[in-house]
Antibody, heavy 122, light 107 residues
């Protein structure tokens, strides 16, 4: 059974940093691209960042480029998001997401984590 | 960026009704169009990918069609468990983008 478990969310002051983690199990992690998608409570979905299986392809939404860094550790079956210079508008649920097709990078998600809430406020 | 325009933003229908949601892309997305269902407090769930392919395990009352820039999502017979918000999403070009969502309610 595929499981994606996010952690690391919480309340943080504007300008500070946070690191999200996603622990993956139930599939061959290093065969699949992974993404972070966020959702402001009560609002729509927004793609944040994605990384290919071998970390060769990485992309960011303009809203986080230069502030967020995605990475993965295939030996630990884990995905990460380092979030720096956080802003109130970064407040959202952050979902870890697995790409459906092995070897692909584009955002077609067949499994999602349960989400972790990041709140940026003073 | 490719803009995804979804309509309507909400709808109310009776159990057994046919429900249709449309999604228009601002440019040709080569049928790389996906539909997700999100129930309150839950993560999204993939229903349709590549415009018309039904994800494994998804009931056949859900379907998708369309090509190029214009796409349609249909529930042939609305069930109480289908109450959710539905999102289209293009996977053709970075940055990957979603429609604004359609909230489906029971009349």
């Amino acid at each position: 059974e595929v499981q994606l478990v996010e952690s690391g969310g919480g309340l943080v002051q504007p300008g500070r940093s946070l690191r999200l983690s996603c622990a993956a199990s139930g599939f061959t992690f290093d065969d699949y691209g992974m993404h972070w998608v966020r959702q402001v409570p009560g609002k729509g979905l927004e793609w944040v960042s994605g990384i290919s299986w071998n970390s060769c392809d990485i992309g960011y939404a303009d809203s986080v480029k230069g502030r967020f860094t995605i990475s993965r550790d295939n030996a630990k079956n884990s995905l990460y998001m380092q979030m720096n210079s956080l802003r109130p508008e970064d407040t959202a649920f952050y979902y870890c997401a697995k790409v459906k097709r092995s070897g692909w990078y584009s955002l077609l998600v067949d499994y999602w984590g349960q989400g972790t809430l990041v709140t940026v406020s003073s | 960026d490719i803009q995804m325009t979804q309509s309507p933003s909400s709808l109310s229908a009776s159990v057994g009704d046919r429900v249709t949601i449309t999604c228009q892309a601002s440019q040709d997305i080569n049928n790389y169009l996906n539909w997700y269902q999100q129930k309150p407090g839950k993560a999204p769930k993939l229903l349709i990918y590549d415009a018309s392919d039904l994800e494994t395990g998804v009931p056949s009352r859900f379907s998708g069609s369309g090509s190029g820039t214009d796409f349609t999502f249909t529930i042939t017979s609305l069930q109480p468990e289908d109450i959710a918000t539905y999102y289209c999403q293009q996977s053709d070009n970075l940055p990957w983008t979603f429609g604004q969502g359609t909230k489906v309610e029971i009349k």
